[in-house]
């Protein structure tokens, strides 16, 4: 009897590794490969770019110094091309600590992240398989009718399947996870939202769960990196939207919980916004 096939099995995601020091990039692709990504070497912007139009990675390592610094201009390049997906995070690389300034510049630029010395690996693999598989949501639910046409954010039933999925991830890797909530006084739903759209970081959950609010499950955010994002968030959402008034908000976090349940979460984000 002929053996049934079992179904095609999905190629890990590819990274393409733009670092001009051989040494760094043998140890980063001796912790990205185990870690489950395929890497593509790059040695130099032109070549980065090349490997980028022609196998559409799903991530972006780059070395700081070839993303043309002060301002990172090659990683705006990279950001900007059609050929990299808007959803594909890219992480810079830097010797030594890197400065507030060279972070918020490398935030403008693009990027997800900015590492320096000393490199820790388990957490860049951690992180970037967080930032991979956001991607992969995103591309994925844009096919399934989980997204609110209209926004571009999380309808209500794409907001609870992606919540569980960063819920059962941020345990199985040991990772806090942030709820904040977002409401609007000013009557301008629409426009908070396309708002929220683009000021929102890919790596996020964004859902629009009722007129004039929204939620964002935050992985890798605890208590403190939640507050810095309610404040980060909700005056640049504020600024493009034009309001009036600030956004109410409030937030929950798991605190390193063994277990997660993301509508608690999101149930204890709505109490923090009633009591403000």
């Known amino acids: 009897m002929t053996a049934r096939a079992g179904p095609p099995t999905q190629p890990s995601p590819l990274i393409v590794v733009a670092i001009r020091d051989e040494l760094l990039l043998r140890s980063l692709q001796s912790v990205l490969e185990p870690g489950g990504f395929r890497v593509l070497p790059a040695g130099d912007p032109a070549s980065a770019l090349t490997q980028v139009r022609r196998r559409h990675p799903d991530g972006v390592v780059l070395d700081a ?130 708002a929220f759209k683009h000021e929102g970081r890919i790596s996020d959950a964004i859902g629009r769960t009722g007129p004039r609010e929204f939620a964002v499950f935050a992985p890798a955010t605890d208590a403190a990196g939640a507050a810095r994002l309610i404040q980060r968030l909700g005056g640049t959402v504020a600024a493009r939207a034009g309001l ?21 979460l999101l149930a204890r984000a709505r109490r923090a916004v009633d009591a403000t």
Request: aromatic share 4%; with cysteine; glycine share 10%.
């Open 65 to 194: 110094e070839l993303a043309h610094p002060p301002r990172f201009d090659f990683c705006r390049t990279l950001r900007a091309d059609p050929m990299l997906s808007h959803a594909a995070p890219i992480i810079l690389m830097r010797r030594g600590h890197p400065t507030r300034a060279e972070q918020l510049e490398a935030l403008r630029a693009g990027a997800w992240d900015l590492r320096g010395d000393p490199l820790d690996t388990e957490d860049l693999v951690l992180r970037l398989g967080v930032f991979v598989q956001a991607k992969l949501e995103v591309e994925r639910v844009g096919a399934e009718g989980l997204l609110d046409r209209a926004s571009g954010l999380y309808n209500t039933a794409g907001m609870e399947r992606r919540s569980q999925e960063l819920a059962t991830l941020s345990v199985r890797q040991h990772l806090p996870l942030s709820c904040i909530v977002f409401r609007d006084g000013n009557g301008e739903g629409d426009g908070v939202a396309a």
């Open 244 to 264: 009036a008034r600030p956004l109410k908000s409030g937030f929950s976090s798991s605190n390193g919980a063994p277990q997660i349940d993301p509508r608690e």
